[in-house]
Structure formats: structure tokens, C-alpha cells
């Protein structure tokens, strides 16, 4: 065995999403918004005219595959880096590299930075000169909003390209592309059914490097029959893939407690419980949904039920009582009762109109009724506080102090408790005197 062979062995013994890698836009699979005949990207890929850029969305959707495609269609240098492994040290010394060789051969340089979100400011500046002069050419690749997560100075300086999840049917064209190629299973004599093919990219959600990964375990895994094929159907599949992939960025995070939040406060049953498990599914700690359902019983159902707040806070100690899954259970109680409760924010106008009169009057004194009289002050006029109790349940003296005096922060909303409410305070202030 020589030096060759072993490269060779080296190579098939790589994964076989990685042995699949495209190596031409002919090959390259999905994405057709960004790459159909005509666009932007495919006439400055044409043109060689494609400056700094950004590639993101979620993972196994082609971002790396892409950028590599693009240097090598423009005869062009290509460096990678990582941004998890690689420091400032290393960049800079790419770059000193890429000046040299366009001053001596003319020849551009790529510089693709994976995880490129992952570069704090102070690693980020020192790739902003050499994106401005042309020493390199910068592709960022990350999962990550950029417009979120990475510095406003590179992303100002770089066109930003959202590559979509892929969609069954391309994975499914990936997946049959990697069974017939040489570089991937090829070599086996498989049969592989299409509720199978179809199983691995429902189960893979847009992203073909997990399909991959999923086909060559069930290969891998499964003995061929007496004939020496290795049969792989649906229930194979199955046991390969597990259960789907539900894959989310810090942006999808956000936008999910958000659809989260506004189901709620929309009244949407079925949207709220389908978006928190969505986001349980993805690895969010239910506590989290929780801690919202605790503000929303006072923001947006407040006195119009106060009974929502003692839902959810019973179901939170039941949930941390019995933890998963059937805290679950306690869960979904919460939310179906916030969602189907009637809906008032009273309580956060009040809180606000409150806090906004104590910023314009924080140094009113209390009246002098309403003091201590535990011990008397100097300037004790003689005022009496008047005992509710004694006067009915209810009296209607000032409580507010002087330069707020007829101000009112709670205004009852339309629904019947607070229209209760309402009549309650009415009779009061019809009534009012001056004590």
C-alpha cells in the first residue's frame, strides 16, 4: 500500500454527507430562489464579480458547500477557518498571505469563516480593513440572524444571502444522488423503498447532511439478505432517524416565544400549545413558558379573570412536582386557560399610569390622615382618618396626596368582571366628599 492508497482510504473513510459534497453548482441541491437562472448571485458568481458576503440559515442547508463552489468557479485562492478554533492571530495571518498574493500573481483570495457569528467586535475589526481595501474576500457562514448576532461593521460591509431549509424533495434527490455515486454507496448493493427515502427527509426538516448521516447509519447497520442486498424500508428508516430534527437558531428561539406569546394573548389554544412544544421539542426548558404564562395572567387577562394567575402558578408547582412528561399535562392546563380566558390590560395600563405619576410627584407628602399615628408630627392638624368599616365597607376620602387629587390610573375594561368593577368604583366617586 503506498501514499495513494492510504489518501484514498482517508477520503472513504470520511462521512458520507462529506464524500457527497458538491463540487459544482450543477451539483449543488436547493436554494433555487438564490441560484435560478437570471439572479443576482448566479450573474456575480458569472461575472466574477461576487464582493463580501454572508451565508446564513439553518444547518445542512448547503452554506459552506456554496461559498467553496463559488472560489473554486472563480479561480480563486480558498482559505476556511472556524471561528470556534480560529483567532485573530490566524486570520491576520491569512490575510497578510492573501495581500501577497495579489500583489505578486494578481490572484483574490476567499476567506471563509464558518460559525462566523461566534467572532466577538474586538476579532471581527481585524478582518475590516482587508474586506474594505480587497486584500480578501470575505464569506461569513452561520446558522445565526447576522442582523442579530454578528458586529453592524461587518455586516454593512457584506451582501447577506438566507439559504432556506431544503425541501423533501431535494432531500430525497440527495439522497438517491448518494446511493448510485462512486464517492458514496455505490459500492453496496442496496434496495431501498421510496416511504423510506421519504421517512429519512421528513425526519432530517430540511437539512441533508442529517438525511445523509441517517442513510449511511441504516446501511451501516443492516445485514444484507441471502442474495447480498441490503434492504432498507420505512420501518429501518425509522430506527435510524429516531425522531425528527427540530434544529432552531437564537433568531427562530425569539420568533417562537414570540408567535408563543402573541397566541396567548390572541386567544389561540391551538397555536399556543403548538408553538411551546415546538419549542420543548427543540430543547427549551418549559420554566420558560412558565415565567411568560406568570406576566400574560397579569398583563393580559389580569382582573378580567384573576383566577388565570392561580391556574398557572398551581400548574407551575404541579410541573415542578412531577417534572416530564406529565407535568405536561399541567402545562397545557395553563395555557388552554390563559388562551381562553377573557381578556383585559388594565392591570398593565394602571402599573404604567401609576409609575409615570410617581416619577412627575415623587416628593408629595402623605396627607396627614393617612400617617403613622403611632407617634404625632409637628405639623399634625388635627385631620382624622376615617375607619372604612365604620362607614359601610367603604369611604371616600382623598388617598392620593394633594397634586394628584381626581387622578385615576385603573380604568375597568368591557368584560363582566371588571364591568363589576366598574359600578363598584362609580357609586364610590358619585358619592365622594372632602374630609
Not at 432556506?164 to 444522488?177: A, E, F, Q, Y
Request: aromatic content about 8%.
Amino acid at each position: 500500500m503506498d501514499l495513494f492508497d492510504l489518501a484514498d482510504n482517508g477520503a472513504k473513510a470520511a462521512p458520507l454527507a462529506e464524500r457527497m459534497r458538491p463540487h459544482s453548482l450543477d451539483e449543488f441541491i436547493g436554494q433555487r430562489h438564490l441560484l435560478r437562472s437570471g439572479s443576482l448571485l448566479m450573474r456575480a458568481i458569472s461575472a466574477d464579480k461576487l464582493g463580501s458576503c454572508i451565508f446564513f440559515g439553518p444547518p445542512g442547508t448547503g452554506k459552506t458547500t456554496l461559498a467553496g463552489i463559488i472560489a473554486n468557479s472563480t479561480k480563486s485562492d480558498f482559505v476556511k477557518l472556524n471561528a470556534v478554533s480560529s483567532g485573530v492571530a490566524e486570520a491576520k495571518r491569512v490575510i497578510d498571505e492573501a495581500r501577497e498574493r495579489l500583489r505578486l500573481y494578481n490572484r483574490k483570495t476567499y476567506l471563509l469563516l464558518d460559525e462566523c457569528h461566534r467572532w466577538n467586535k474586538a476579532q471581527s475589526d481585524c478582518v475590516l480593513s482587508a474586506i474594505e481595501t480587497g486584500n480578501i474576500i470575505f464569506i461569513g457562514s452561520t446558522t445565526e440572524n447576522p442582523f442579530v448576532s454578528m458586529t453592524r461593521a461587518i455586516v454593512s460591509r457584506c451582501r447577506v444571502f438566507e439559504l432556506k431549509p431544503l425541501s423533501d424533495d431535494d432531500i430525497v434527490d440527495g439522497l438517491k444522488r448518494a446511493v448510485v455515486a462512486p464517492d458514496g454507496l455505490g459500492d453496496f448493493s442496496l434496495s431501498i423503498d421510496d416511504d423510506a427515502y421519504r421517512h429519512i427527509a421528513w425526519s432530517a426538516n430540511g437539512d441533508l447532511r442529517n438525511a445523509l448521516n441517517a442513510l449511511e447509519l441504516a446501511v451501516m447497520t443492516t445485514p444484507p439478505d441471502p442474495d447480498g442486498v441490503i434492504v432498507i424500508d420505512k420501518s429501518i428508516a425509522r430506527e435510524s432517524t429516531q425522531h425528527r430534527v427540530l434544529s432552531i437558531d437564537d433568531s427562530m428561539y425569539y420568533d417562537m416565544l414570540s408567535a408563543f406569546c402573541k397566541s396567548l394573548r390572541g386567544c389561540d389554544p391551538d397555536a399556543a400549545l403548538y408553538w411551546a412544544f415546538r419549542l420543548i421539542e427543540s430543547g427549551c426548558d418549559p420554566l420558560l413558558m412558565f415565567r411568560r404564562m406568570l406576566a400574560h395572567a397579569s398583563e393580559d387577562v389580569g382582573v378580567a379573570d384573576s383566577s388565570a394567575l392561580t391556574v398557572v402558578v398551581a400548574a407551575l408547582t404541579a410541573y415542578e412536582h412531577i417534572g416530564p412528561p406529565e407535568g405536561y399535562l399541567s402545562l397545557a392546563h395553563a395555557i388552554i386557560k390563559l388562551t381562553t380566558s377573557p381578556k383585559s390590560n388594565s392591570v398593565y395600563l394602571a402599573m404604567h399610569a401609576a409609575q409615570n405619576a410617581v416619577k412627575r410627584s415623587a416628593d408629595d407628602v402623605v396627607p396627614d390622615y393617612l400617617r403613622d399615628r403611632t407617634y404625632q408630627t409637628p405639623n399634625d392638624n388635627g385631620a382624622k382618618y376615617i375607619y372604612p368599616h365604620d362607614t359601610d365597607g367603604y369611604v371616600t376620602q382623598q388617598y392620593l396626596p394633594k397634586s394628584l387629587q381626581g387622578e385615576i390610573f385603573y380604568t375597568p375594561q368591557a368584560n363582566d368582571n371588571e364591568q363589576r368593577i366598574d359600578r363598584f368604583l362609580s357609586a364610590i366617586r358619585k358619592n365622594k366628599r372632602k374630609y
